[in-house]
């Protein structure tokens, strides 16, 4: 089955304890995103990858890392989290940059 | 910088009837993607239709069609013969050519069907 998959689904840590989202497709997607959403804000991308070693910012990317060392894997590294960065998260895939997304169930994390 | 604009947070429908939700955009770049998605109460996001600045025609998917007027930059999603299934949250979203890894979504529009 086609899918994006991610892990945790959900999360409670305390603020200042590293912690990594992953994220796999398995679809041979080129293209990889992460976003969070916000009650009232919508989704706003963290930072995406074109291809294997090609990331870059998106809107929010203050506090967040990624890394794309395989094209299927996308993980989301938060280094210390805190507060702020408590949200519902979504890593999202397509065959090409200029196609819809197909997005993983999510991760609520609470920072506390 | 590309800007996407829902005007209605909360819009309601009769079962069976037809549905426009709004959406505009704003971008100086002639080459960019237009898209719809779809997140029930359940929270996932599902893909539901992409219109290319350059497609001459409407894009239409099933019950959804796009209803893109490009002078006035807008891209309302229509859907027709409305189900209970439709209830959600509806979000327009874009992509620049030039910048063609970034995304941006608007603030989205909650759907409610009436039986």
């Known amino acids: 089955e086609a899918q994006v998959t991610q892990n945790p689904r959900y999360l409670i840590t305390v603020t200042g304890k590293k912690l990594t989202v992953t994220c796999s497709q398995n679809m041979n997607h080129e293209y990889m995103s992460w976003y969070r959403q916000d009650p009232g804000l919508g989704l706003r991308q963290i930072y995406y990858?074109?291809?294997?070693?090609?990331?870059d910012k998106g809107d929010v990317p203050e506090g967040y890392k990624v890394s794309r060392k395989e094209k299927r894997n996308f993980p989301l590294i938060l280094e210390s989290p805190s507060p702020n960065q408590t949200s519902l998260y979504f890593c999202a895939s397509s065959l090409w940059v200029s196609g819809g997304q197909f997005f993983g169930p999510g991760t609520r994390l609470t920072v506390l | 910088a590309q800007k996407i604009t829902q005007t209605q947070p909360g819009m309601f429908v009769q079962e069976k009837e037809a549905v426009t939700l709004d959406c505009t955009y704003d971008t100086s770049d002639p080459s960019y993607g237009l898209f719809w998605y779809k997140q029930p109460s359940s929270g996932e996001m599902i893909f539901l239709i992409y219109?290319?600045?350059?497609?001459?025609q409407n894009a239409t998917e099933g019950r959804y069609s796009l209803n893109f007027q490009k002078a006035r930059k807008s891209a309302n999603l229509v859907i027709s013969a409305s189900q209970l299934g439709d209830s959600a949250m509806y979000f327009c979203a874009m992509r620049e050519n030039t910048n063609a890894g970034k995304s941006t979504f608007g603030d989205g529009t909650t759907l409610t069907v009436k039986p």
């Open positions: 990858s074109m291809n294997v070693e090609v990331t």
């Open positions: 219109q290319g600045s350059y497609d001459q």
